[in-house]
């Protein structure tokens, strides 16, 4: 078992639209979890960490579900320049270093 | 503030040649990384550094080498490429390992 998995998409959505990506992992002492965005042909960029209590930004919501060892990733009222592959990152595990999903892919569509 | 810089952003190399890609950072992080990302792989660490002068193997270490002889700095060499090695690689760096990643744009590889 992947520790990190995601679902690969792709998810088209129009525009305006709410959608939302789940990644489990598995290693339950992980510490840090965070979503970074890629972009086509890119390098990652740190999209917001997630916490505990849960955590705002904008359009964006992330939440952590420790109990069940998953984090998810909500966007509102969808734009097309949020098309991008969308990374769930977790540290933790046998390393303690970032440890990256496949990713998954969100197509906005006009 | 130019953050992480990596050089080059293309190659092609033919088998069994060498090169050395650099990653700098003038953000004073303590730790290094270099991944590589591949289609439906996802990005797999290589080697990492936690201080000048440290290097360590990652998930994928095998046909690279690093190192770290400057903090700012984490070379990473290819001996012998193979058209395995064909990928792109990222470096990043963070100030501790609780902290996520900055990363440079990428090199592109392409081994023939």
């Known amino acids: 078992r992947k520790e990190v998995e995601q679902d690969p998409g792709p998810f088209n959505v129009p525009e305006g639209a709410t959608v939302a990506f789940n990644c489990t992992y598995s290693?339950?002492?992980?510490?840090?979890f965070f979503w970074y965005r890629q972009d086509c042909r890119k390098e990652p960029k740190l999209l917001m960490s997630?916490?505990?209590s849960g955590n705002e930004d904008g359009r964006f919501t992330a939440q952590l579900n420790r109990a069940s060892q998953y984090i998810s990733l909500l966007i509102r009222d969808s734009k097309l320049s949020d098309s991008a592959t969308y990374l769930c990152?977790?540290?933790?595990?046998?390393?303690?270093?970032?440890?990256f999903g496949t990713g998954t892919l969100l197509a906005v569509q006009p | 503030n130019a953050g992480v810089t990596q050089t080059p952003k293309f190659r092609v190399l033919k088998t069994g040649q060498s090169m050395t890609l650099l990653c700098a950072q003038d953000?004073?992080?303590?730790?290094m990384y270099w991944y590589r990302q591949d289609p439906g792989m996802g990005l797999r660490l290589i080697h990492y550094s936690v201080g000048e002068g440290t290097t360590a193997k990652g998930e994928v270490p095998d046909g690279y080498n690093v190192s770290r002889l400057k903090k700012q700095n984490f070379l990473l060499g290819l001996e012998s490429a193979a058209p395995s090695q064909t990928s792109v690689y990222f470096c990043?760096?963070?100030?501790?390992?609780?902290?996520?990643?900055?990363f440079g744009s990428g090199t592109r590889l392409t081994v023939v």
């Open positions: 990043a760096s963070n100030p501790d390992r609780i902290y996520g990643y900055t």
């Open positions: 997630v916490y505990s």
């Open positions: 990152v977790v540290i933790g595990g046998a390393t303690n270093k970032l440890i």
């Open positions: 953000m004073n992080h303590e730790y």
């Open positions: 290693n339950s002492a992980s510490q840090s």
